[in-house]
């Protein structure tokens, strides 16, 4: 697959869902596409699973094992997690992948849980316009090709798509930001006036906001 824009962050809930965020490996289309790929996306594991000791597992209340495994040479999914059961994108059927919370998403470099909040951030590296900061929640649509930032992307909007469309917490020119590689929720002592902020890079310009 693509060399770049492979994402991505980890980051785990109290509850024990994990997140983790892929990039769309420079193929803005896929991230618009939950049948055959993960890219583009944010999803959301639950693993809270019980080993069976012999290399299975079953799950516990709330969710379900994958019903659908994506299997590549290099790649695999569906093994030693399962699907929540309040994931957006569910099919009994079997026929499309279901790990997914979030989609419309260019190269989230790096993902975070709060703490304290429990939200989901992450910095999303635009392609020419804006860069862009979102909070994750799932059956979201975060726009990507078709928006960037706040503004219009490279590609025409669609006349339908998955999810609720979500703009991001904030955006920036390409004058101010080109390469925002994501941050955390300040909630230490030493800085009492950061607490509960987030904390954002730039790669390219070093700057932090």
């Not at 490996?25 to 809270?48: C, E, I, K, M, W």
Request: include cysteine; hydrophobic fraction near 30%.
């Amino acid at each position: 697959d693509g060399g770049v824009h492979r994402g991505g962050g980890l980051g785990i809930r109290e509850n024990g869902d994990l997140f983790l965020s892929i990039g769309d490996l420079d193929d803005p289309d896929s991230a618009q596409d939950t049948s055959d790929n993960f890219t583009g996306s944010v999803l959301r594991l639950d693993v809270n699973v019980n080993e069976a000791g012999d290399g299975s597992w079953s799950c516990g209340p709330g969710s379900h094992l994958p019903r659908r495994i994506f299997g590549e040479s290099d790649e695999t999914s569906g093994r030693h997690y399962c699907i929540p059961d309040d994931n957006p994108w569910l099919d009994p059927s079997g026929s499309l992948l279901e790990e997914y919370c979030a989609i419309g998403l260019r190269n989230p470099f790096r993902l975070s849980v709060d703490p304290v909040s429990q939200r989901v951030w992450v910095g999303d590296v635009g392609s020419s316009r804006r860069e862009e900061v979102d909070v994750i929640l799932c059956g979201r649509n975060y726009g990507w090709p078709f928006r960037e930032g706040f503004g219009s992307g490279p590609a025409s909007t669609p006349s339908s798509f998955l999810g609720v469309l979500t703009d991001p917490i904030v955006d920036f020119s390409r004058t101010e930001a080109r390469s925002i590689t994501g941050g955390v929720v300040y909630r230490g002592s030493r800085l009492p006036e950061l607490y509960g902020r987030y904390i954002v890079g730039d790669f390219v310009y070093d700057q932090l906001w």
